[in-house]
């Protein structure tokens, strides 16, 4: 069993319990509205417990590295980042582009590291200089 974190769109945070080959048991999807990090963790417990799922039965954790919302990706990476070393599992960082084809998706679930997952942006951030005090 997989749990997979997706909170790359601005407009909605998905977080699920996938099988081998990329299906989903079961899910759970929100609208995000800039409080991500606040509600990341408690779906996880929630969508687990629902299951009847302890982490020792997560084999791995799998998390959309990007494109997408800057903020987003930071906030889900660090917390399946968090989680995966936590827990002791392996990580799969996979591009929303990827996941959305689901061509090859089996074989990519497949693979896994013990590195932690980094976010994969199109832009570089756009960092305003500091304003005058």
């Known amino acids: 069993m997989f ?3 997706d909170t790359s769109d601005p407009g909605k945070t998905l977080v699920g319990l996938l099988d081998i ?3 989903f048991k079961d899910s759970k999807e929100w609208v995000g509205r800039q409080n991500q990090s606040e509600e990341l963790l408690s779906e996880v417990d929630l ?18 590295s ?3 919302s800057y903020t987003g990706l930071r906030v889900g990476i660090s ?3 968090a989680l995966a070393f936590a827990w002791g599992i ?5 591009t929303s582009t990827d996941w959305q084809r689901q061509e090859g998706l089996a074989d990519l679930l497949t693979k896994a590291d ?3 997952v980094k976010a994969f942006y199109l832009n570089a951030p756009h960092i305003t200089s500091p304003k005058k005090r």
Not at 47 to 64: F, Q, W, Y
Not at 90 to 94: D, E, N, R, S, T
């Open 79 to 81: 917390t399946a980042n």
């Open 21 to 23: 080959v990329g299906s």
């Open 90 to 94: 392996p990580i799969l960082g996979i």
């Open 114 to 116: 013990d590195q932690p």
């Open 66 to 68: 990007g494109p997408g």
């Open 3 to 5: 749990l997979f974190i």
């Open 47 to 64: 969508l687990l417990k629902k299951n009847g799922i302890n982490k020792k039965s997560i084999d791995k954790l799998v998390v959309i």
